[in-house]
């Protein structure tokens, strides 16, 4: 092996040890964050972090969450083959391109038409093609493929968004931050059943706000 590829499984390797070490720990999980490389979702001066768990900045003022958040969340929304996911939140792409190696199909909106375009070459050149990626304000949802067996919101809420969880089919489960922007939030997972809703908070976390309206460039 080269030097070059010797020094890149070896940052391959110390990243998954860190989504380990983190509490990423259901193996398919760990698998898809394998395959799905990070470094084409971050974007020219930070490619050299990809493999840090840390969040970066990406166009338009957003940020690309933190591996081992991403993990956490893909994790906590127990995801099957079967599923029919949206993510509220595109940004950088990369959560939605793990999602669709766990999921049937993923719907994945961004408030930035940029980003949206963005992510969705990225997806176009690996080859996922499981992924529909549209620009639309996702407090709002994607009634017309309502609902869904699976929500994430990648975008801290004060509440969690009435029509998203008018949103997610009996039995289905939604992870999603909550909380002021400028506070700590907490990651709440809402599962719904035949006669309502039930909240487990499981971690503090710190998102990007959720905002409402599309972005200036969209
Ligand atoms: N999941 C992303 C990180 C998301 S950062 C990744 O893997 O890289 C949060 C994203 O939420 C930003 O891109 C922001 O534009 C988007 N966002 C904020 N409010 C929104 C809204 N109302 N509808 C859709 N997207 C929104």
Same mark, same amino acid.
């Given at each position: ?52 768990? $840390? ?17 956490? $969340?893909?994790? @906590? ?19 939605? @391109? ?34 529909? @990626? ?11 493929? @309502? ?72």
């Amino acid at each position: 092996m080269s030097d070059e590829a010797d020094h890149i499984a070896e940052r391959k390797m110390q990243f998954l040890f860190s989504l380990r070490s983190r509490g990423v720990t259901d193996a398919r999980v760990l698998t898809a964050m394998e395959r799905i490389d990070r470094g084409p979702f971050v974007r020219g001066y930070f490619t050299d972090h990809a493999y840090e768990d $840390m969040p970066l900045p990406i166009a338009c003022g957003q940020t690309i969450s933190q591996p081992s958040v991403v993990g956490l $969340m893909t994790q @906590a929304l127990r995801v099957t083959g079967r599923d029919k996911v949206l993510e509220v939140g595109t940004g950088s792409g990369y959560q939605a @391109a793990i999602l669709s190696q766990l999921a049937r199909r993923v719907y994945t909106v961004d408030r930035h038409r940029r980003l949206v375009r963005e992510a969705s070459e990225i997806f176009a050149a690996l080859g996922l093609t499981n992924i529909i @990626a549209l620009t639309a304000d996702g407090s709002f949802g994607l009634p017309e493929q @309502a609902p869904f067996d699976r929500i994430i919101v990648t975008a801290a809420a004060e509440d969690p968004p009435g029509p998203l969880l008018a949103q997610l089919k009996i039995g289905g489960i939604m992870v999603v931050p909550v909380g002021q922007s400028d506070a700590v939030q907490h990651l709440i997972r809402v599962t719904r059943h035949e006669t309502g809703y039930d909240y487990d908070e499981l971690r503090p976390v710190r998102f990007v706000p959720l905002v409402e309206g599309l972005g200036r460039d969209g």
